[in-house]
């Protein structure tokens, strides 16, 4: 099984300030089709998860741009150029290259 | 707009069994892969299963294999999930999922299971 290791589990983060989520996998997400298969979802609280980044770094829309993903291979990062107090909640990797799907353990982002 | 919304969730004993549905609308259903995601209560994101378009191919997560079965009905626009020989650690909220492409683009409002006696 790919496994997803995100980090910080826990990111206290001042408004207007930038945020980074790291997530690795223990093989690459990178598929032959030439697409790189890592997802990534926001969680607020009391809400269904919520897609914001596929191929990791494909924002969805309607999401703000203030949200990015980048990375290949093993290595991807989910930035927050200025966090808003909307942001705060769960976030989650994902990667879609091979079954069993295997999310991260999840960051929990706040305000400090 | 797409729309999952599942139903059947409920308190169940230890050993007994349970259906989900998923009924969708918004989009052609049966141009989807459709999956099922598990959250047990405070922690993460669990994968449970995924089912192609036709129903021909389905895949479990270990956890699950053997006890839960995905199944589409796709003039129904439904999805479902069959759960067998329960057990606590089944205790979730079980979101149904739509995507394609190793991906997850909506999400029901989620279903929460007990499995308690």
């Known amino acids: 099984d790919v496994v997803m290791t995100q980090s910080p589990l826990s990111l206290p983060v001042t408004l207007g300030q930038p945020a980074s989520i790291s997530c690795r996998s223990s093989?690459?997400?990178?598929?032959?089709?030439?697409?790189?298969?890592l997802n990534w979802f926001q969680q607020r609280p009391g809400q269904s998860p919520r897609r914001l980044i596929y191929?990791?770094?494909k924002r969805d829309s309607g999401v703000p741009d203030r949200f990015s993903g980048s990375g290949s291979g093993t290595d991807f990062t989910l930035r927050i150029s200025r966090v808003e107090a909307e942001d705060v909640g769960i976030y989650y990797c994902?990667?879609?290259?091979?079954?069993?799907?295997?999310f991260g353990q999840g960051t929990k982002v706040e305000i400090k | 707009e797409v729309q999952l919304v599942e139903s059947g969730g409920g308190l169940v004993q230890p050993g007994g069994s349970l259906r989900l549905s998923c009924a969708a609308s918004g989009f052609t259903f049966k141009n989807y892969p459709m999956r099922w995601v598990r959250q047990t209560p405070g922690k993460g994101l669990e994968w449970v299963s995924d089912i192609s378009l036709s129903g021909d191919r389905t895949y479990y997560a270990d956890s699950v294999k053997g006890r839960l079965t995905i199944s589409r009905d796709n003039s129904k626009n439904t999805v479902y999930l069959q759960m067998n020989s329960l057990r606590a650690e089944d205790t979730a909220v079980y979101y149904c999922?739509?995507?394609?492409?190793?991906?997850?683009?909506?999400w029901g409002q989620g279903a929460l299971v007990t499995v308690s006696s």
């Open positions: 994902m990667q879609g290259i091979q079954w069993p799907r295997t």
């Open positions: 999922a739509k995507g394609s492409n190793g991906t997850i683009d909506n």
């Open positions: 093989q690459s997400l990178e598929h032959s089709d030439g697409n790189t298969y």
């Open positions: 191929q990791a770094s």
